[in-house]
């Protein structure tokens, strides 16, 4: 039999049975959209949150994984783990994840698995806002990579604006700000809290 429906990306995609050293990743957007797509929390197509601002493009596979939330639980690691930070709750959406691959993927709205190597605390407004990084499993470039730390600084550096820039306007303050990376162990915390999040996101509509 055919499927007559669609799973939802965020609540019908199963997260993977390795997590979190191996999860499974929805990608919404890739480094040659010219447009910001994201997942619509209502139908679970895929929706244009904006068009990409002047020359910040997004450099690797972005996405989220499915089954995770960002609310208390991200917000006490990221209070706890950072100085000088006010941080008033998670974002309030599922653990973003950027995936680094040599290999070319033509659009967003797929599924893939990838192992995570570490992340940034992102505070946007107040807000935790954290960014898993990941590689894509069969990657021959990049699956050696294990940490974050491993990493050349120069893809480190070209994350990290990314992140510190992608919504701001050149007229405009900056918005967010990184409180702190992390490699591997304290991402897998993460993605940890972040199922615990929305565990706690399904008892409250039940």
């Known amino acids: 039999m055919f499927?007559?429906?669609k799973a939802h990306p965020w609540h019908g995609i199963p997260?993977?049975?390795k997590v979190p050293?191996?999860?499974t990743v929805f990608i919404e957007i890739v480094p040659r959209d010219t447009v910001k797509y994201e997942v619509d929390k209502e139908t679970g197509y895929l929706k244009i949150d904006r068009p990409q601002q002047y020359s910040n493009v997004v450099p690797a596979n972005y996405g989220f994984i499915p089954q995770t939330y960002c609310s208390e639980r991200i917000a006490r690691l990221a209070r706890e783990n950072s100085e000088?930070?006010?941080?008033?709750e998670g974002d309030g959406d599922p653990l973003d994840i950027l995936v680094l691959s040599e290999h070319h993927i033509p659009r967003g709205d797929i599924i893939l698995k990838a192992r995570p190597i570490g992340g940034f605390c992102l505070i946007d407004g107040g807000e935790a806002d954290d960014k898993i990084i990941a590689t894509l499993i069969g990657?021959?470039?990049y699956e050696n990579f294990g940490d974050i730390s491993e990493l050349p600084e120069g893809i480190v550096n070209?994350?990290?604006h990314y992140f510190l820039t992608y919504k701001q306007l050149p007229t405009e303050e900056a918005k967010c700000e990184i409180a702190y990376n992390y490699g591997r162990e304290q991402s897998y915390e993460v993605?940890?809290?972040a199922i615990e999040?929305?565990?706690d996101l399904l008892a409250k509509l039940k």
């Open 3 to 5: 499927r007559s429906n």
């Open 15 to 17: 997260i993977g049975e």
């Open 21 to 23: 050293q191996e999860v």
């Open 84 to 88: 000088g930070f006010e941080v008033s």
């Open 139 to 141: 990657d021959k470039v």
């Open 158 to 160: 070209r994350l990290e």
């Open 191 to 193: 993605i940890r809290a």
């Open 197 to 199: 999040d929305y565990r």
